[in-house]
Each structure stands twice: as structure tokens, then as C-alpha cells.
Nanobody
Framework: QVQLTESGGGLVQAGGSLRLSCAASGRTFNPYSVAWFRQAPGKEREFVSGIIWSFGYTYYANAAKGRFTISRDIANDTVLLQMDSLKLEDTAVYYC????????????WGQGTQVTVSS
């Protein structure tokens, strides 16, 4: 079982930047993919960005395209989400999750880290 721990959230002004980290532990980390999701108050959880671990292919929700960048640090079993040009609507709890295979669900989740964007 993989344990995922998010960090890097906080309070930032609109237009500013944050970098979120997702560190894996508990077993050898070799997922098919790792993705970031977020959930804002009163809203459903939504996909933000993901990365195919072995190839480094990245994909983004429309809301994240052009502003967010996902990357991986293989040596440290860590996934990063660089968030730039933050907007008020980016305020949410951000979670990372891993997908073991291409056909599996996201089966390990972190505890979440709060991102708050102020005006």
C-alpha cells in the first residue's frame, strides 16, 4: 500500500503561484499514473492534472491548461504541481492520488492540502 502526502498549500493572492508536492512512501513507488484532484466548498471533486509515471506524459483539465504544470521527481518518489496565475476559483483542497495500472481506479489518496486564493 502506497501512502501519499501532499504539502505546499497555503494562502496566496490572485495572480500568484504555489507549488504543491505529493510524496509517496510505504512501498516501492511504481504507479501507472499520479494525478491531482481538487474539491472546493460545495462542489464535487474534480480532476486537475495527471502524469503517466513511466513516460512522463502529462494531461490537464481545461481549467488548469496554461497555468498549471505537473511534473515528477523520480528519485524522490514525488509529484509536483506548479500552479501559476492563480484565480479565486482555484481555492480548494487539493489531493493527489495514484493509479496502479491503466485500467485501475485511483486507489491511494493523500490527506489533501488547502489552497486558498485571495483577492
Amino acid at each position: 500500500q502506497v501512502q501519499l502526502t501532499e504539502s505546499g498549500g497555503g494562502l496566496v493572492q490572485a495572480g500568484g503561484s504555489l507549488r504543491l508536492s505529493c510524496a509517496a512512501s510505504g512501498r516501492t513507488f511504481n504507479p501507472y499514473s499520479v494525478a491531482w484532484f481538487r474539491q472546493a466548498p460545495g462542489k464535487e471533486r474534480e480532476f486537475v492534472s495527471g502524469i503517466i509515471w513511466s513516460f512522463g506524459y502529462t494531461y490537464y483539465a481545461n481549467a488548469a491548461k496554461g497555468r498549471f504544470t505537473i511534473s515528477r521527481d523520480i528519485a524522490n518518489d514525488t509529484v509536483l504541481l506548479q500552479m501559476d496565475s492563480l484565480k479565486l476559483e482555484d481555492t480548494a483542497v487539493y489531493y493527489c492520488a495514484q493509479q496502479t495500472t491503466a485500467t485501475s481506479k485511483f486507489d491511494s489518496w493523500g490527506q489533501g492540502t488547502q489552497v486558498t486564493v485571495s483577492s
